[in-house]
């Protein structure tokens, strides 16, 4: 993530870096602890039920089994093995500067050991907030959700599609912009009973037919499951027998694979199944 905030590969023209912000997600055993003196981090009790500003540069997610795994590939400690799943709870660290500007940060993930992490460097759009709550992951429960890309003509492009929400909804938005309303979107058809997956290719479709030639990569994570979107914005992945990585960027030189553009990617731990979705007319 520190390359790829300075020197990304492949913007498609939405910037040259990715230094307005950064996050990470990660789960933990039932009693997180974070590093004494860390801003910028918080924890969520995990939820029964079901079940991002706007362009964040590359972001990655990584659903390792049991073997931990660092957010962006860096740090790779030794300790026991985790806890079950179902005793995990996600924890949540975002900052607004850029990421090599934290100097708490080597020491925060060299205590990261998770079975699934989720992270994401940003660069703002103009005219969108700035602020912790503009960077994802955006949160709610035990999901997690990055978007890479804008949606185009916003705010107006995609206020009927707002219009669906349920007031709470939109009145706790983490900040007004594109990607926080495709969570919200995103996020009211998961707890509505949908598929994550569904969920997920329905909202893409519907925002690309009210603001065609939007920039729709997302990643949605609850820490068992990932689902991810190509839509004019590169997606790889990286597969071994027991995990999988995802991301925007292949952040080293082997075992990656790109994912054609307009693709939902549904993975676990030990499955990844891609497939195509309708694009732009």
Do not use: C
């Amino acid at each position: 993530m520190f390359e790829q905030s300075w020197a990304p590969h492949d913007m498609r023209g939405g910037g040259s870096v990715n230094a307005d912000g950064f996050g990470l997600g990660w789960y933990v055993d039932a009693t997180p602890t974070v590093p004494a003196g860390v801003p910028g981090s918080s924890s969520t009790p995990a939820a029964p039920a079901a079940a991002p500003v706007s362009s964040i540069g590359p972001a990655s997610t990584s659903i390792p089994s049991t073997t931990p795994t660092p957010a962006a590939g860096h740090v790779s400690p030794t300790t026991p093995a985790p806890a079950p799943r179902a005793a995990r709870q996600p924890v949540r660290y975002r900052r607004s500067v850029p990421i090599w500007a934290d100097e708490n940060l080597p020491a925060l993930v060299g205590s990261i050991s998770s079975g699934a992490v989720i992270a994401a460097v940003r660069n703002g759009t103009v005219g969108m907030p700035l602020g912790e709550s503009a960077v994802a992951p955006f949160q709610r429960d035990r999901w997690f959700f990055s978007h890479n890309g804008v949606v185009r003509g916003w705010p107006s492009s995609v206020a009927k599609l707002a219009e669906r929400l349920p007031a709470a909804s939109l009145l706790t938005l983490d900040a007004s912009l594109d990607s926080a309303l495709l969570w919200a979107l995103i996020a009211d058809r998961l707890y509505d009973g949908s598929t994550p997956a569904d969920a997920v290719a329905s909202v893409i479709q519907e925002v690309e037919a009210a603001a065609p030639g939007s920039r729709l990569n997302v990643l949605l994570t609850d820490g068992e499951q990932l689902v991810a979107t190509t839509w004019t914005h590169s997606l790889w992945f990286r597969q071994t027998a027991d995990s999988i990585t995802v991301s925007s960027e292949p952040f080293s030189a082997d075992g990656w694979t790109e994912v054609p553009d307009y693709s939902l990617l549904v993975a676990t731990n030990t499955t990844l199944h891609i497939t195509p979705m309708e694009g732009p007319q």
